[in-house]
């Protein structure tokens, strides 16, 4: 089992910058994929940027150009700039892991980002 601990969320004003880490236990294990999901209140759960260890990730196209994907092995970064109220939101950190016989998938419990306008 892969536990994954996030860091970095908290209460900032629009247009400011918070970063967000996640670390993964088990470093021995080969991560496929890290990435961030989050979810606002009444809404789902949607996904912010993966990365599957290369120079660059993927990021969607709500967030594009004010976040950063970035990966150091088992540890992802999002850097959240010009942050608007629109971004409050949980913040979940997200893993995949792909073995011969299955695939696993793991979450982080969570980082609140609030923005305040």
């Known amino acids: 089992q892969v536990q994954l601990v996030e860091s970095g969320g908290g209460l900032v004003q629009a247009g400011g910058s918070l970063r967000l880490s996640c670390v993964a236990s088990?470093?021995?294990?080969?991560?496929?994929?890290m990435g961030w999901y989050r979810q606002a209140t009444g809404r789902q759960r949607e996904a912010v940027g993966t990365?599957?260890?290369?120079?660059s990730g993927n990021i969607a196209g709500a967030v594009k150009g004010r976040f950063t994907i970035s990966r150091d092995k088992n540890t992802v970064y999002l850097q959240m700039n010009n942050l608007k109220p629109d971004d409050t939101a949980v913040y979940y950190c997200?893993?995949?892991?792909?073995?011969?016989?299955?695939?696993?998938?793991?979450w982080g419990q969570g980082t609140q980002v609030t923005v305040s306008s």
């Open positions: 990365s599957s260890g290369g120079e």
């Open positions: 997200y893993a995949k892991r792909f073995s011969t016989q299955d695939t696993y998938e793991y």
């Open positions: 088990r470093t021995y294990l080969n991560i496929d994929v």
